[in-house]
């Protein structure tokens, strides 16, 4: 290999050449660019979404963070092809994104729970839609609903079931037919802290073990330093991205790194960010 | 006044007489419908009224077992008409709910009909039916359809309208069609409502039948009411309409038990304000 050096210092420079990159970067699974979304409302035309662009590769963690409103449940719709967009381009693993598209699993803001279902078979539907064999969706199901401590609650009607409880059962239906691409609108946002933690270690460790694209949106900085490759910070009015903020934490994340100051270093810039646009004010 | 302790809420242990226990068992309707009967039976007897004016409860009981001959076949004649019509009732109006909520057309032409209908006193035009159908059992089945159906079809629309867009999202990003939306979705999200519709129609099925028997008709238990009614036949009116209700209320009762099988999710939050 010591060759390899002169070599290319020999060569003409022509197109594209050996980066110094240890890893070779991954492919783009989502590539958008120039999004635009305009809702007609009542009280005329709002614009959710401007001129997004935003590439994430195969199996990177992207948070998407941003105050209420600014369009980040809208942008989760748009890659989804639930909504379409006004303008721009989306493509999801090399296809253009011009119907809804189910290779996929959401995690939607509600949790939107059948209410006609027990747990097991609100998750369960999920390889009833898709035909899968039953017998190996149930084990699966059994399995994630452990993962999620709620073994003991997979015949209990939603209306049995606390908040955290239904966004944890719609988690694991999400996860159910192991999409390599997750979509996740505010996921813990009903949870109890400690549940919280143990579902964020949950998650990176499904990521880890699928190799998933995950598409996360939260309120929560730390959240987001915590569990994400890249944090996008957006802002309202027009919805668009202000500022996208690698995070060069080693993985496996441990809870325990939340206390390193290079964790607090990427809170203080987060929070400063929300300072600077006004999210945040401190005087009262 | 002192706090009560609210351990008394935790402690559950039967301490009641088994005498007392049987009467708690008892539905408090069931003990006000006695004291009624009690009532209206000593006031018969204290007062002597005569049997054309108010017979007692008792003498009613003793007019149904020897009018019985009469009583249940003409009986069977309106619970035939009352359940064929409720039958085609729902025949009709589910899927053409179904049709409402699926179609924009019928949405807008239709629909808008259906529920102005609903202004039109339907008794008025049962007469009209009578000449157009005879005095079989044809008109009163279709009064009985008439009447059942429009909150079949009306609760029935508001029930498949009931799917949240969020519900149709998720739908879709499972990659289910137009037909696994249907079953999977939107016809279960509207089973409550559809069967609220169909315990309001029972009744009503019940009064179209009795109605319809009253405009004209040879057979029926409306039509023993009406010819007790001009013999001056209290008693024999009061084993009719007795009869009649028991037999409204046994299908209203059969339906709930259906729907408790059918929607047996909602069981837990029916309960919830019963002790
Ligand atoms: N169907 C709609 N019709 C009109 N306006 C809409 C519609 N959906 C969203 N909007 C507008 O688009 C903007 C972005 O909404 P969106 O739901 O994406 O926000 P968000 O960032 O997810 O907020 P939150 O954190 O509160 O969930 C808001 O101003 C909202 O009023
Ligand atoms: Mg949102």
Same mark, same amino acid.
């Given at each position: 290999?010591t ?7 020999? !060569?003409?420079?022509t197109?594209?050449? =050996? ?13 958008m #660019?120039? =999004? ?7 009280k005329?035309?709002? $614009?959710?979404?401007? #001129?997004? @662009?935003? @590439?994430?590769?195969?199996? $990177? ?7 209420s409103?600014?369009?980040? #449940? ?12 006004? +303008?721009?381009?989306?493509? =999801?693993?090399?296809k253009?994104?011009t ?6 699993g ?9 209410d ?8 369960l539907?999920q390889?009833e ?5 039953? +017998? +190996? ?7 994630l ?6 073994q003991?609650? +997979? ?5 049995? !079931? ?13 996860l ?5 691409l997750?979509l ?21 460790? !499904? ?6 694209t995950?598409?996360?949106?939260t309120?929560s900085?730390?959240e ?16 668009r991205?202000?500022?996208?903020? @690698? ?11 939340? $206390? ?9 810039e !987060? ?10 004010? $401190?005087?009262? | ?8 809420l935790?402690r559950?242990?039967?301490?009641r ?19 009624l009967l ?10 002597? /009224? ?13 007019v ?14 309106t ?15 589910v ?8 179609? *924009?057309?019928?949405?807008?032409a ?14 008025a035009?049962?007469?009209?039916l ?20 429009f909150?079949?079809? /009306? ?13 149709? *999202?998720?739908?879709k990003?499972m990659?289910?069609?137009g037909w ?54 209290i ?9 009649i ?31």
């Amino acid at each position: 290999m010591t060759a390899t050096p002169g070599l290319a210092a020999t !060569l003409p420079d022509t197109g594209p050449t =050996v980066t110094e990159t240890a890893t070779p970067p991954r492919p783009a699974h989502i590539s958008m #660019s120039g =999004v635009t979304k305009v809702f007609n409302g009542r009280k005329g035309k709002v $614009e959710a979404l401007r #001129s997004v @662009d935003l @590439d994430i590769r195969r199996g $990177e963690f992207v948070s998407v963070l941003g105050p209420s409103g600014c369009g980040k #449940s809208t942008l989760l719709m748009l890659l989804s092809g639930l909504l379409s967009r006004t +303008e721009g381009n989306i493509s =999801v693993g090399g296809k253009d994104i011009t119907k809804p598209n189910s290779d996929l699993g959401i995690v939607f803001q509600q949790d939107v729970l059948l209410d006609w279902r027990s747990a097991l078979d609100n998750i369960l539907i999920q390889a009833e839609l898709r035909k899968s064999p039953m +017998e +190996e969706a149930k084990a699966k199901a059994r399995n994630l609903l452990r993962m999620v401590s709620l073994q003991d609650f +997979e015949d209990a009607y939603p209306h049995e !079931l606390s908040g955290g409880m239904r966004q944890r059962v719609s988690i694991c239906r999400a996860l159910l037919h192991e999409p390599d691409l997750m979509l996740m609108d505010e996921p813990f946002g009903a949870l109890d802290a400690m549940t919280r933690d143990q579902l964020q270690i949950d998650l990176l460790r !499904l990521c880890s073990e699928r190799d998933m694209t995950v598409f996360f949106i939260t309120h929560s900085i730390s959240e987001a330093i915590f569990l994400s490759d890249r944090v996008v910070v957006m802002t309202p009015r027009p919805g668009r991205i202000e500022r996208i903020i @690698d995070i060069d934490l080693p993985r496996p994340r441990r809870l325990a790194m939340r $206390e390193d100051p290079k964790f607090t270093g990427y809170v203080h810039e !987060l929070t400063d960010i929300f300072k600077n646009l006004g999210v945040f004010r $401190e005087e009262y | 006044m002192a706090a009560i302790p609210d351990t008394n809420l935790d402690r559950f242990e039967d301490t009641r007489t088994p005498l007392r226990r049987a009467f708690d068992s008892i539905p408090p309707s069931l003990l006000t419908l006695i004291a009624l009967l009690v009532f209206w039976e000593t006031m018969v007897q204290w007062r002597n /009224i005569p049997e054309y004016i108010l017979p007692a409860p008792s003498a009613i009981v003793e007019v149904m077992i020897s009018y019985w001959h009469r009583l249940w076949p003409n009986a069977l004649v309106t619970l035939g008409e009352i359940v064929f019509g409720f039958f085609c009732a729902v025949c009709i109006g589910v899927p053409l709910a179904v049709a409402i909520v699926y179609s *924009h057309f019928m949405q807008r032409a239709i629909y808008p009909l259906i529920v102005m209908s609903q202004t039109i006193p339907k008794v008025a035009i049962a007469p009209l039916l009578l000449t157009w159908f005879g005095y079989g059992v044809t008109p009163k089945i279709v009064i009985v359809v008439l009447l059942s159906f429009f909150p079949i079809v /009306i609760n029935s629309v508001m029930g498949l309208k009931a799917t949240t867009p969020e519900m149709l *999202h998720l739908a879709k990003s499972m990659g289910a069609n137009g037909w696994q939306t249907f079953w999977k979705f939107r016809l279960p999200k509207a089973l409550p409502s559809i069967f609220a519709g169909l315990k309001l129609a029972t009744v009503l099925s019940v009064i179209g039948a009795i109605v319809a028997e009253f405009i004209g008709a040879d057979k029926g238990l409306g039509y023993l009411i009406l010819i007790a009614g001009a013999n001056f036949d209290i008693a024999r009116q009061f084993a009719s309409i007795i009869l009649i209700s028991i037999m409204g209320m046994v299908f209203f009762a059969v339906l709930s038990r259906v729907e408790r099988i059918v929607v047996p999710w909602r069981q837990g939050s029916d309960l919830a304000g019963e002790g």
